[in-house]
């Protein structure tokens, strides 16, 4: 224990290749129980997450995203400090970010599906960053099996807390309520759920089985 107090500590002042390991013990340490993941939140090292996030080595914004992939694992309590602005953004751009490694996208989208599937709350907070249009990109990624099979799990979790009426869920209203509330014009919504259809569709004779099954089962579920 205190060995482990001792690295999270050093994480805040570590030099670059030092980082990774530190990364790893608190990542292999959240895994364990809900007392140890506390203990971690409380260290105050998970401030430091937001800067992890967008480093420039491609590994360490990998670590950072498995760690939190696995707090978002554990109870809502857990769970929230992973709903934070200062991590979610990052998290969103490390999935979308041009020419980043296909590891990076599947942890970061991984910490996504985690949180979403812990409760509707997280769908409703991810949906006011636009999530449904990072997932989009994500699908549109044919050959990153992993990520991809992830970024329909994480679709899946995120459209199940949009509200549904007579047997129909309001995914377009959903998007338009929130564009409102931003500013935004409403007009391109109709074309981004035919848009988002349409890739869904493509998936279904996708070659690996269990990306057609998720897809359709998505289709036939919401659409």
């Known amino acids: 224990m205190m060995f482990a107090r001792e690295r999270i500590r050093r994480l805040h002042k570590t030099v670059v290749v030092r980082i990774t390991p530190c990364l790893r013990t608190i990542g292999n340490f959240v895994i364990g129980s809900d007392a140890q993941t506390q203990l971690v939140l409380d260290s105050g090292v998970f401030d430091e997450f937001p800067a992890l996030l967008t480093h420039s080595k491609a590994s360490i914004r990998k670590e950072a995203c498995w760690t939190i992939s696995n707090i978002a694992?554990?109870?809502?309590k857990?769970?929230?400090?992973?709903?934070?602005p200062s991590i979610i953004i990052p998290?969103?751009?490390?999935?979308e970010e041009m020419g980043s490694p296909s590891y990076v996208k599947k942890e970061a989208?991984?910490?996504?599906?985690?949180a979403a599937n812990a409760s509707e709350e997280a769908g409703d907070i991810f949906m006011q960053y636009s999530i449904l249009e990072t997932l989009d990109r994500a699908l549109q990624d044919v050959a990153n099996?992993?990520?991809?099979?992830?970024?329909?799990?994480?679709?899946?979790h995120i459209?199940?807390?949009?509200p549904k009426i007579n047997?129909?869920?309001?995914?377009?209203?959903?998007i338009q309520s929130i564009s409102k509330k931003e500013g935004n014009d409403d007009d391109e919504h109709d074309s981004f759920e035919a848009q988002l259809v349409?890739?869904?569709?493509?998936?279904q004779t996708h070659v690996h089985h269990e990306v057609q099954t998720a897809a359709s089962g998505i289709l036939s579920t919401y659409f």
Request: include cysteine; proline fraction near 2%; charged fraction near 20%.
């Open 78 to 84: 857990h769970v929230r400090f992973v709903l934070d």
């Open 159 to 162: 459209l199940r807390s949009i």
């Open 109 to 114: 989208l991984w910490a996504i599906a985690n």
């Open 91 to 95: 998290l969103l751009r490390c999935c």
């Open 145 to 156: 099996i992993d990520a991809l099979r992830v970024a329909l799990m994480a679709l899946r």
């Open 73 to 76: 694992a554990g109870p809502v």
């Open 198 to 203: 349409h890739h869904l569709e493509l998936l």
């Open 167 to 174: 047997g129909r869920w309001l995914i377009v209203e959903q």
